[in-house]
């Protein structure tokens, strides 16, 4: 589908990425194409890594063989995800406060406007190919806990034992380090106990503890897909869902105008609806940068409000049509 919307007045910039903090210097500095790039493929992540970096190539070849944007981005995610050392995303991710790993994802088609999500899922390496497949083989959104592992399982997927030993230290050493005057996952206690001198000595690498991450595709034909996945809030109660499987808060893709996805504390995503507000501002005629710029603004103005220390932990990346 080529439907210009080119009367909207966009911009000729493509990639927005918003940094999770409401200081401007700190926003990176983004790419821009030009109208010339209109027919060319495009693919982003969230993850700056050399996994992320591993995912960008795979999703490029795909892409580049004339595959679609759900291909490219499911190919890509699923290397994210299946990557050890990697502890807020798939196999490897941290565990909720049992021990216990519970993935969400999410997958949408910006050119049927499908969706298929997953959450809680557990012993699965790839959540995000069976978000894949709940948007393509089924009329539900969101499967969840039990029900998401049978559909998984009836589609071949291998269970597996996802709690890494490096994941599993760190839970171990999250139990040894709470004290009685600690709430049960409250996001204060949480940053407290990973502030704790030890803790970071131990594990100097764990830096994102609401680490997600997020894919976003155009094709050769200008069809756009986009994919969030994650193993949420470390150390979460037993079925907390996070951002990552719900449509419009960790991602939403309309192929008319682009694709938006979040990272960061999920509560505070949904609460906000923020892919779903980028993606709206978007077509309003923002660009992607000033699109994810007005959804921190938004929550922080409304944070701030309740809480004057409130800093946004929220990241978002977004993509538009170059018309
Ligand atoms: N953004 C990931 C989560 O909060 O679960």
Request: hydrophobic residues 35%; glycine residues 10%.
């Amino acid at each position: 589908m080529k439907k210009s919307v080119s009367r909207r007045n966009f911009f000729n910039q493509t990639i927005g990425i918003g940094a999770g903090a409401l200081l401007l210097p700190l926003f990176p500095k983004i790419n821009l194409r030009s109208s010339a790039d209109r027919n060319k493929p495009l693919i982003i992540t969230s993850h700056s890594n050399e996994t992320g970096q591993k995912a960008m190539e795979t999703g490029w070849e795909v892409l580049m063989k004339g595959g679609s944007a759900v291909d490219a981005v499911e190919k890509a995610a699923n290397i994210i995800e299946v990557d050890p050392e990697d502890t807020s995303v798939g196999y490897g991710g941290l565990p909720n406060e049992r021990g216990v790993v519970q993935l969400d994802a999410s997958f949408m088609d910006g050119k049927t406007y499908s969706a298929g999500a997953v959450a809680c899922l557990e012993n699965i390496k790839t959540p995000a190919s069976v978000a894949k497949l709940v948007m393509q083989h089924t009329d539900h959104v969101i499967l969840v806990g039990t029900g998401a592992l049978e559909f998984a399982k009836a589609w071949g997927f291998a269970e597996e034992n996802l709690l890494t030993e490096k994941a599993r230290k760190i839970w171990l050493r999250w139990k040894e380090e709470m004290s009685p005057a600690d709430d049960w996952g409250a996001p204060e206690h949480l940053q407290n106990i990973m502030k704790k001198e030890s803790y970071r000595k131990d594990f100097p690498d764990i830096e994102h503890h609401y680490g997600t991450t997020n894919v976003l595709a155009i094709d050769t034909n200008g069809d756009i897909a986009g994919c969030t996945t994650t193993s949420g809030l470390s150390f979460k109660l037993n079925g907390r869902i996070g951002d990552s499987p719900i449509i419009g808060a960790g991602l939403y893709v309309d192929n008319e105008v682009g694709a938006a996805g979040a990272t960061g504390r999920g509560e505070d995503v949904i609460k906000s609806c923020a892919s779903y507000y980028i993606v709206l501002r978007m077509k309003e005629g923002r660009t992607p940068q000033q699109a994810c710029e007005d959804a921190l603004r938004m929550i922080v103005d409304r944070y701030r409000k309740v809480n004057p220390d409130y800093f946004p932990s929220e990241k978002f990346v977004a993509i538009n049509r170059v018309c």
